[in-house]
């Protein structure tokens, strides 16, 4: 079992079933491209991202983040899709900005 397996493994197991074979396999080739580079920079970056894994996975088990639903195309538990995240952040940002009074004016030509 690499180093990358093991602390993937302190995630939760839905976070591990969805995304741990994929996070480990990127950790190794980030890992062998800073080897690579030299000995010093392969420990550094081995050091590094053990240290934020683990408190990843602290944080992820604490409060878990909105998981992806495997079984939809972008759906999110709940049924809201990314889109719909997307057009609030929008209404708000347009929002914002017609509340500034130099873009008052501009309310007109909308």
């Known amino acids: 079992m690499s180093w990358s397996t093991r ?38 970056f081995a050091v590094a991202t053990a240290w934020d894994l683990v408190l990843g ?3 992820e088990r604490w409060r878990p983040s909105p998981q992806l639903d495997p079984g939809g195309a972008g759906e999110r538990k709940g049924g809201a899709t990314m889109l719909d995240g997307w057009k609030g952040d929008l209404r708000l940002a347009l929002r914002s900005l017609l509340s500034v009074p130099r873009l008052g004016a501009s309310r007109e030509w909308w």
């Open 57 to 59: 996975a602290l944080a």
């Open 7 to 44: 602390l993937v493994g302190l995630f939760p197991a839905e976070f591990r079933r969805q995304f741990g074979a994929d996070l480990a396999e990127q950790l190794e080739a980030d890992y062998r491209r800073a080897a690579a580079a030299g000995r010093w920079t392969g420990w550094r």
